[in-house]
């Protein structure tokens, strides 16, 4: 199908958008790789006045390292996330959580920095930046800010980037030698999360000394499973001892019904998945 | 695959793995879809669909998109009511069929959401598409009849002039027609002394969901009309504009250009085509529509969705005595082109490969506010299939003994063969010991089986299942007579005409087209048997009702029984008018001759001409015997005797997750009895691909309506289709028990594939979870809906 007649920019550094994107008032939509935006703007689902497509902003690609954080830029593709060495090593999971975003395709046109203020609470990315204790730079008019991932996702397709505002870049702590697993589950290969476990464990000898767990579709926003991580704590990873420490972690999560399973049916997915992801997490 | 070696003599071509021609210009995509076909001075148009599944439309304001630039026309039902024809519903399955006049564009009432109420025709796609959002339709909405079972009993009318939604009812009795006895004795008895199986399945609906979604050009310029269109019928088309709108037959010229797929999808005329076909007529100039994907999900016809109400009788033993069958069928809003009759298809199936003394088979399609049901890969036989083979497993569990075994003791056996089924049906031929065995080799089925086993002792939470499919099906659609019979608006034969050009070369002309089916290469590798011209000569044409005047076209497996029959006959003629001629030039007398490897010799000499060579000699014509036409150019029509029916042994092993609900895929072998191959590589791509959507059905796919009768699965984010990631690699084999009814021995395996996957994953996924109290599960077997079944069995509810 096609989209309604809009205007298209396409700056080539962070101020110029800031500005185009000033100039075009509220119904502007940014644009990172347009994996979501686009099938949107197809479907009539919106039709924004301007499009400011980021794709030409060099300075928003690329994965560096500075001190204790790994910095991906926003416009970071996801095959690039995918293949990078930082993030094998010091992001374990992120690397197992975007192998799982949708498909080949989708991840060499798709962005890290995109997905992530798309905010789908079906999409992956979430539950990852969340588990890794992530945080965000958003730049505006007035400058940077820094927003911790807890306070990122605000609701349904809604973040701390706020009108005017572009996310830059994503900073994520080192997580050397930590296990990772993404526990993706879905009814067919390329589909959107029913629900996701991402885990992230810093076990010595099999036991957990340090557990991190986001969650997907679990609820409006992705989810962090503190209580959990707190019970997984000093856990002999064994299938017995993990059950019983993951066994709360839907409890207060606000999982959608839909044509994929009603949320009776996502908690329990969320408690399963859980287990195995840890357990995946630990080697075990 | 077994790959059937090319043997010496006439049989080099037949049965060879042939890498199909016509794969170059599809997979690369140089070749003309309906979509990229462009004309001078083209315009291109936008549909105003119904949001509502059941609504009055009170007035259509068209002002605003009228007035955008380069809005060349907007149109809606009331400007086109009298010109705009009919949609037709060519099989009336009885002669008082209740059906609503299907209008192509909706005039005063629309009937399910996506229904066409207006459109746009402008400069460009993108204009057309901005003018049809401010098409202003101000409606009331009426109640919807949505689900089947309530819209049996007529509470909520889809068409309240009708009186009912009930459209008719078919009935086939084996005491009535004398094909067996009573059923109703026979369900009393085995109450009384056997067993009874009872069960109500639920088909879900389904969406053919082609690759190329439906797209039509009408070009008005010059005498003809010309409507290019991705359709399955081509020749029907024709005819049924001719009979509908009033423009005469001769002045119409239909192409389907490269098709891509159709699953019966496109064996229909819709409301898009002629309505394309209207405006460009009215407008002077070339027009095209090519539908979205959410459209083709909306508006293009459905299948399935029916809910079947089973009674087996069966001895204690296990032997069955009589099946009675209830079938409501939604037919959605309208009765599309042969919807009528596919629910009714599954009349002489349920029976399948099994000896019964008796049987009923009551049907009743329904009418409701959604998208119309017609076609879908299988029509009527893959409903038909699973009901059987589902109610047999059970009939195993019952009884105690192997699901193969519960077969084995009712199927008929090789020798019986030809045999009249208690439907009434005549099996030319098959062997289901032979494919049975051959399966479960393959499969290792005493090894899954021990497997099973210790997971169940293990208490596993990954379960394994086995489910088996022995099905049989009905193709090569269709002796006219029966077809008449039916009271079917056509025939079921085919035609063929064969060109012999003066270079040698061979045009090969045929009335079914292909829409993915490789035609092209089959009927080259059946023609360059029967006249011995090389492969690579052989030019096939179809398609275009200009080119092949004569056809019914490609459904219901029909093409190489009924249309390959044909071109054998067409051949045959060629070398009959060639043979005078080559005794001619020879200086030989006709009875003299013998004719192979496309050469005419005189036996028991060295001397001969080939064809090409009298080919040749005819386009000179210089020296042709007295009273001879200067042409070897034949052609010929066949009509079937009977149909053909494949078979097939299916075996399906799935692993079942019953903490989480997820099924996989473990291990699926088919062995399919199709008769003769033409292509194995050819008839390899049908099985795969028709197990995969068979296995869709079962695990996947579902069309879903809200409470407002608006389709919720109406994009490939909720109405999942699986891809090559979701499915195994399947182990194919085949036993061949020629067909006995047509020259090549062939039977058709475009459905068989579909049929026969749906029951053996389903029995596959209950096989795993039986010893958990889990006795039914409704299709699609999704996650939820397994995790579901295995929760309420603990629960103590079944």
Known sequence: ?284 | MTIIEPTTGTQREVGAARRRKEDQRLITGRTRWSDNIQLPGMLHMAMVRSPYAHAMIRRIDTEQAKALPNVISVLTGKDVAEEQGVIANAWAITTDQKAPAHLPMAVDRVAFAGEVVAVVVARSAAEARDAAELVDVDYTEMPAALDLREAAEDKVLAHPDLGTNKSSFWQLDSAAQGSGGSVDEAIAEARANGIVIEREIRQQRLIPAFMEPRSTVVDPTGEQITMWSSTQVPHIARFLLAATTGTPESKIRVIAPDVGGGFGGKLQTTPEEWITFLAAKRLGKPVKYTETRSESLMSGHHGRDQWQTLTLAATKEGRVTGLKVDVLADMGAYIGLVGGGVPVLGAWMYNAIYKFDSYQFNCTPVLTNKTWVDAYRGAGRPEATYAIERLMDELAVEVGVDPIAIREMNWIKHEEFPFTTVAGMTYDSGNYEAATARAKEIFGYDDLRAEQQKRREQKDPVQLGIGVSTFTEMCGLAPSRVLGQLNYGAGGWEHAEIRMLPTGKVEVITGSSSHGQGHETAWSQIVADRLGIPFDDIEVLHGDTQVSHKGLDTYGSRSLTVGGEALILAADKVIEKARPIAAHLLEAAEGDLEFTDGKFTVRGTEQGMALTEIATAVFAAHNLPDGVEASLDSEATYDPVNFSFPHGTHLCATEVDTETGQVKLRKYVAVDDIGVIVNPMIVAGQVHGGIAQGIAQALWEEAVYDDAGTLVSASFVDYTIPSAADVISFDIDHTTSPSTTNTLGTKGVGEAGTIASTPAVVNAILDALRPLGVSDIEMPCTPHRVWSAIRAAKGGQS
């Open chain 1, 1 to 284: 199908m096609i989209p309604a007649t809009f205007e298209y920019a396409a700056p080539t550094t962070v101020e110029e958008a800031l500005a185009a994107l000033a100039e075009a008032g509220e119904d502007a939509k940014v644009m990172a790789g347009g994996q979501s935006l686009l099938p949107v703007l197809r479907m009539r689902l919106n039709a924004p006045s301007h499009v400011i497509d980021l794709g030409r902003i060099d300075a928003l690609r690329g994965i560096r390292e500075e001190a204790d954080a790994l910095v991906i830029g926003a416009m970071t593709t996801h095959d690039d996330v995918m293949h990078d060495a930082l993030v094998h090593e010091h992001a374990l999971l992120l690397t197992k959580v975007t192998t799982t975003v949708a498909d080949p395709q989708v991840r060499h046109r798709g962005t890290f920095g995109g997905s992530l203020v798309h905010a789908d609470p079906a999409g992956d990315l979430g539950a990852a930046a969340m588990a890794l204790d992530a945080s965000f730079v958003i730049a505006g008019r007035d400058g940077m800010r820094t927003v911790a991932a807890d306070d990122f996702f605000v609701d349904l397709f809604e973040t701390a980037v706020g009108e005017g505002e572009i996310l830059t870049e994503i900073r994520i702590p080192k997580h050397e030698h930590w296990g990772a697993h993404y526990e993706k589950f879905v009814r067919t290969a390329q589909q959107w999360s029913i629900v996701g476990i991402a885990a992230t464990v810093h076990h010595e000898g099999g036991t957990i000394m340090e557990a991190k767990i986001g969650l997907t579709n679990m609820g409006s926003t992705p989810l962090r499973a503190r209580a959990t991580e707190e019970a997984l704590h000093g856990v002999f990873a064994n299938d017995e001892a993990v059950r019983a420490a993951v066994a709360n972690i839907a409890d207060g999560t606000n999982p959608p019904s839909d044509l994929n399973g009603d949320a009776d049916y996502r908690r329990d997915l969320a408690v399963v998945l859980a287990r195995r992801a840890v357990l995946h997490a630990c080697g075990v």
